[in-house]
């Protein structure tokens, strides 16, 4: 079972709703937290880019993921429990797509470099 930062696959998704974003969350996430959600039809959810959360930093160099709001991520996200069953059924089915995202930032470093 990999550490969250070298994962990363529970924050993956094709549903732009994945990500619910309730009222307790507000009271610790500040403005540049909020400013990766978005609403739609008055509900609140983590905004995704490319099939993954807007708050999943990569770093290609250490092929490591991390949430780049963690002390304030949504209770939806804190449910989660590394290692758990709901954890090991994300990790399978969403590791390809973590993979391919993480080759795709690997390739853009190059490109940068």
């Not at 009271?27 to 880019?49: C, H, I, P, Q």
Request: charged share 30%.
């Amino acid at each position: 079972m990999p550490e969250c930062t070298d994962c990363g696959a529970c924050c993956f998704n094709e549903h732009a709703e994945y990500i619910r974003v309730f009222l307790v969350d507000y009271e610790r996430m500040n403005d540049a937290a909020l400013a990766l959600s978005t609403e739609k039809d008055g509900v609140r959810y983590m905004r995704f880019e490319d099939g993954h959360c807007a708050a999943l930093g990569f770093d290609p160099a250490t092929n490591r993921v991390g949430c780049t709001i963690y002390p304030m991520r949504p209770d939806a996200c804190r449910w989660l429990e590394r290692g758990s069953g709901e954890c090991r059924s994300q990790l399978a089915s969403k590791w390809p797509a973590r993979e391919r995202e993480m080759d795709a930032q690997q390739k853009g470093a190059t490109l940068k470099a």
